[in-house]
């Protein structure tokens, strides 16, 4: 199996002569880190001026940003499709519902046991991981969730019935999360606090084990890493992350049908998470973010208005497989290759970068105004 | 031996999905030995006939078996589309560009279908066969139901032997087999994937057909919000079904589509226990041919190698 992202790098190279050294790269990256700091803080202030409406939808875009992280490190990371992220986030919703609403336990305590819950479903992917490469395993996990819509979020006592657990916003003592705006912060400072550790995650030994694992594994293996242990962690950390993601998603929402947990839904939901994590960089932690960004706006704004819902996710569509043909790396990489350009040459790349961006803006506003009508 | 009646009633609907799973899965098969697809937008690009059958019949006014065809049409040529201009351009060796691209074709199709759908939750279809009931034994089944298997095992009896001896199917298989050596004997590859692409969904178009528009009986049918996901119910049963021959082996692709079809229909008289999880008992015997790996038995040692790359 080649790299998902081999030609971002080739494409990033041609782009500008490769570094000479480590220490001739570093300050580069340092100023990216904090141009990146400034434009999320700048995002985050941005929803307090929509008031309440737009504090709920940051915190969705908080929350479904988890959910695409464990995307990032499954498929962008180890190289495996899994096309079932959405039942893990079902297993850390509901065992966040049990332990809450039925054993009374505090919040803070039921996310560690939500992100436990997903492991043992992890292992048996992890299992069959082992002996399946690529399309198998993808057709294997598409059975698994499937299987599991029918069994485990049939079970009554595990699901809260067909209506789901209720369950109030977290409290910490006296400070309360069950505002809007608190909810907000806790939801975004978890969702970054998680970007950092899976960017951190790429660097660290684990992580480079698995990007050698995804790029070639017979060669990785006679470097000597050891290929099953890389992929059943990616999939134990990915699982564990979409089990914290599905216990915030709880508490977001408050209660979860369990509908959307069995087929087809949980299909449709686990496609859309994998096809907005590709939009937005699958092998990037900053662009699972983009890509919950992208996906819960429309989502949550266009809530009713199905055809300009449906404009969109065909255009998204349509984008996926541009990236995917021209530029694997998602959002991420255009906005990399594109920033390396403009160092460049400022004067040809910075009209172009506006005229770029600015017919996506206008393809955006044509489907709103047509879509609205 | 005198079977019961509803134990005949439930084969029938047994054997009209069997159609389906084994048309799909043969669909399947073709596209992903010649061209190292695994298609998961096989359920969407039948989803284009199916939808143009219902825009044709009922906005256009066309007569249902005129617009049958033409629709089966429609979604070859959109498999055939997608091949030239998407799935051409990634090298097969890239099995996770080439998974999340189905992806994306999937979720477009899907998308575009409730488009063209107009976003109702179900849509009514009309027949475009005859639809009666049949007596057999002391059980009456639909005729549908007996065309839809009829239908399937003709498509299978003429298929094989024109894939195996006809000139354009040992091209597909020397695609399929070597497409170094195939392309230096003169054959154009791009051509014969488009071929395959074009086959392959028109079965998947001609699968949908037979089995959605009779959904009410005699009444039509109704495409609901299920059909229109883009995996829809019956990609992964057709999944399993092309796995009994290891994704590579067109008989036992046949086959298996019935066998799941009638196994899962007959679980309905199982204990409520068991026919209740019927997407378990079929998750399991995936998995166990997934873990099989069954593709080894059926290709050459080469061919393996290609798909494996």
């Known amino acids: 199996m080649k790299s998902l992202v081999a030609p971002a790098e080739t494409a990033v190279a041609e782009a500008a002569p490769p570094p000479k050294s480590l220490s001739m790269r570093m300050p580069r990256l340092k100023r990216a880190q904090v141009l990146a700091g400034v434009a999320f803080l700048a995002l985050g202030f941005l929803p307090l001026a929509f008031g309440s409406f737009g504090l709920y939808i940051a915190a969705y875009v908080a929350v479904w940003a988890m959910l695409e992280l464990s995307i990032v490190v499954v498929t962008g990371y180890a190289g495996m499709i899994s096309l079932m992220p959405f039942t893990f986030v079902g297993i850390g919703a509901c065992t966040t519902g049990v332990a809450v609403a039925v054993w009374g336990w505090p919040f803070w305590l039921a996310v560690p046991l939500a992100a436990l819950a997903t492991v043992p479903v992890s292992v048996m992917v992890g299992a069959a991981s082992v002996r399946l490469k690529g399309l198998y395993l993808a057709i294997a996990t598409l059975t698994f969730g499937n299987a599991l819509g029918e069994t485990l979020f049939k079970w009554d006592d595990f699901t809260g019935g067909q209506a789901g657990h209720v369950m109030e916003r977290p409290k910490l003592g006296a400070l309360s999360f069950s505002g809007d705006f608190a909810f907000y912060v806790l939801s975004i400072a978890t969702a970054l606090l998680m970007v950092w550790a899976v960017h951190g995650l790429k660097n660290s030994r684990a992580g480079r084990a698995m990007l050698a694992v995804r790029d070639n594994e017979r060669e990785a293996q006679a470097l000597g890493i050891n290929a099953t242990k890389a992929k059943l962690t990616a999939l134990v950390v990915g699982g564990m992350i979409a089990g914290v993601g599905g216990a915030f998603y709880l508490a977001l929402l408050e209660t979860v049908a369990r509908s959307g947990f069995q087929s087809p839904y949980v299909e449709l939901t686990s496609l859309l998470l994998v096809v907005w994590a590709v939009i937005g960089g699958i092998d990037s932690a900053f662009g699972a973010f983009l890509g919950a960004i992208a996906l819960i706006t429309q989502t949550v704004v266009f809530q009713g208005a199905e055809r300009v819902f449906a404009y969109v996710g065909v255009y998204a569509a349509f984008v996926l497989i541009i990236f995917l043909l021209l530029r694997p790396g998602g959002i991420v990489q255009v906005v990399k290759i594109q920033a390396e350009r403009i160092r460049e040459n400022p004067s040809r790349a910075i009209p172009a970068s506006i005229i770029g961006f600015g017919i996506q803006v206008a393809i955006i506003v044509v489907i709103l105004v047509y879509g609205a009508e | 031996m005198v079977l019961a009646a509803p134990v005949i009633e439930v084969a029938s609907f047994g054997l009209a999905r069997g159609a389906v799973y084994?048309?799909?899965?043969?669909?399947?098969?073709l596209i992903y030995r010649t061209t190292g697809v695994t298609n998961f937008a096989h359920w969407g690009l039948g989803l284009f006939g199916l939808v143009a059958y219902f825009l044709l019949t009922s906005k256009a006014g066309m007569s249902p078996v005129l617009a049958a065809i033409l629709s089966v049409l429609l979604a070859g040529a959109s498999g055939a589309a997608s091949y030239q201009a998407v799935f051409r351009h990634v090298k097969r060796t890239n099995q996770v560009v080439l998974i999340l691209i189905a992806l994306g074709v999937a979720q477009f199709a899907a998308v575009v279908a409730q488009m063209l759908l107009g976003f109702e939750a179900t849509t009514l279809v009309e027949p475009w066969l005859p639809v009666s009931r049949v007596n057999v034994g002391n059980a009456a089944v639909f005729s549908t139901q007996i065309v839809a298997a009829g239908a399937a095992i003709a498509i299978a009896m003429m298929f094989l032997p024109w894939f195996r001896y006809s000139r354009t199917g040992r091209a597909l298989r020397a695609v399929a087999q070597n497409r170094e050596a195939a392309s230096l004997a003169g054959i154009d590859e791009h051509?014969?994937?488009?071929?395959?692409?074009?086959?392959?969904?028109?079965?998947?178009?001609?699968?949908?057909?037979?089995?959605?528009?009779?959904?009410?009986?005699?009444?039509?049918?109704?495409?609901?919000?299920?059909?229109?996901?883009?995996?829809?119910?019956?990609?992964?049963?057709?999944?399993?079904?092309?796995?009994?021959?290891?994704?590579?082996?067109?008989?036992?692709?046949v086959v298996g589509g019935f066998v799941f079809g009638i196994a899962q229909e007959m679980m309905i008289l199982a204990p409520s226990w068991w026919s209740t999880r019927r997407s378990v008992v079929a998750a399991i015997l995936i998995v166990i041919l997934l873990l099989a790996h069954t593709e080894r038995f059926f290709v050459v040692r080469a061919e393996q190698e290609a798909l494996e790359a």
């Open chain 2, 22 to 29: 084994a048309l799909l899965a043969l669909g399947l098969v």
């Open chain 2, 191 to 253: 051509r014969y994937s488009t071929i395959a692409w074009a086959i392959g969904s028109a079965l998947a178009g001609l699968a949908l057909l037979l089995i959605i528009p009779f959904t009410a009986g005699d009444r039509g049918g109704v495409i609901t919000a299920v059909e229109t996901t883009p995996f829809g119910n019956f990609l992964i049963p057709a999944f399993g079904a092309a796995l009994v021959g290891g994704l590579v082996n067109l008989p036992l692709a």
